[in-house]
Structures are given as structure tokens and as C-alpha cells.
């Protein structure tokens, strides 16, 4: 059932999500924080579904950070598990509903059984058209402009670019999902008022939610509130606005 507050004519057409807090929810009910990271993927499976049902076209999760490396080693194996684990799994729902899978980050420094598991997802789903979903491992911002901008220059030198060329359209065509629209709405769950180094160049003019609840109590009705407030904001990108 389809929230009926929800406006189908205003509806993002790309949400990106801060996935946050699973270790916060873990903590409060005395568990490992590796449970609340699986709490945290049966949130991810409730959100893919639900924007699929609502008919949201663009969904971006931010799931492993570049800085999220730093972390204690076995945490940062239990999500690499988690994450295999999850592609497998949501593999089938994802051709059912015709999800195409992508991924954005440095994809090369994940294990090699990982990036296996999801070449495997990004093969098998390319051919579909109903959602693109995207999920940010090993991702940066700014590392995504740093590598932006390497290939930049690297055209320049091999002289397949000038240098007069570079323009907006040409820095977003060089990021690592070139097609990618940017995002109408940033979610922020676990209550932190930080972009933590997601999608810097492509959130410009991005509408902010955030929300103290912490990711793996964020379901489909929180995430309807999310979008019924986004549909009240006036958006204007600099010009005058409607009243
Ligand atoms: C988000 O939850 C998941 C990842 C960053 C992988 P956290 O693990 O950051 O949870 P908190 O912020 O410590 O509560
Ligand atoms: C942001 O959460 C990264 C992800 C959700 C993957 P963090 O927990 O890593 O962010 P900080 O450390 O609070 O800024
Ligand atoms: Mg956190």
C-alpha cells in the first residue's frame, strides 16, 4: 500500500541515503555492533523495496566509507561478509522487480570474492530499466573528484582533451556513474548534521532530511515521512522564489 499522502508528480527522482547508527542501535540494546549492522541490511532490503513500489527511478546507499577502513579489522570483515552475503541473497528480488545494481567507490580495494559477487549482480541486472540502485562502497567524494580529475588530466596529456573543454558536464561525465542523475533528496538517519564525504559534487542543490532514528529502525513509514517532507519544500537553485 502506497502512502497516500505522497504526490506521484513530485516524487525524487533520486534519493540518496547516510545510512547510520547501526552500531548506536546495536550499543542501546547491549548487542555486538555487528547485529546492528544486520539489522541494518534488512532496512536496506525494506528501503529498495519500497522505493521500487512507490517509484522512486534513482536510489543511491552509502554502505562502506573510503574513511570506514580505519575501523577495527573485524568489523570491516563482518560488513565484506554481510555485503556478499546480502548480493546473493537479493540477487533474484532485484531481476523480479527489474532493478539494475551499480556500484560507486574505489571497488578495487574490496576483497576479490566481494568484487566477484558483485560483477555477478552488476552482469546479470545491467539489461534492467525499472530502478537504479547504487550502492557506494569504499566511496569518498572527494576521492571520487581526485580520480575525476586524474582522468581528466590524463586525456589532456594523451591529447584526446583540451583543456578548454572542461566544463561542468564534463567533471560529471568523469565521476564514477557518469549517468547518474543528481539527487533530489539526501537522507541522513542516526541524527549527525555531516556529509561525511558523500556525493560532494552532486549534492549542490540537494534537499537535506535527517532523522534521529538510527538506520535499522528506519522502515518504509519513516522513509514516507522523509518524502512527504521533501514534497513540501520549495526548491528554487538560486532564482526567485514561487510566491
Ligand atoms: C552505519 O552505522 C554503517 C556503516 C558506516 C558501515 P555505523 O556503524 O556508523 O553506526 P554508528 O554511527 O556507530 O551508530
Ligand atoms: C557515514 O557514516 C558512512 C556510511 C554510512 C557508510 P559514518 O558513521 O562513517 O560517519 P561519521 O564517522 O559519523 O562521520
Ligand atoms: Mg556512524
Redesign the pocket.
Known sequence: MIDDMLDPAKLPKHVAI??????????KRALN?IR??EE?AESVRAIVRASREIGIRWLTL????EE?WK?PKY?VEA?MRLLKRFMVSERAEMLENGIRFQVIGRVRKLPGDVQQTLRDTVDKTSHNRGMVLTLALSYGGRQELADAVAEIAHGIESGALRSGEISEELISRHLYAADMPDPDLLIRT?G?YRVSNFLLWQIAYTEIYTTPT??PDFRKEEYEKALEEYQKRERRFGAVGGE
Open positions: 547516510i545510512m547510520d547508527g547501526n552500531g548506536r542501535w546495536a550499543k555492533r546492528g549492522h541494518g552509502y554502505a562502506f566509507s570506514n575501523r568489523e560488513l542516526g549527525e538510527q538506520w
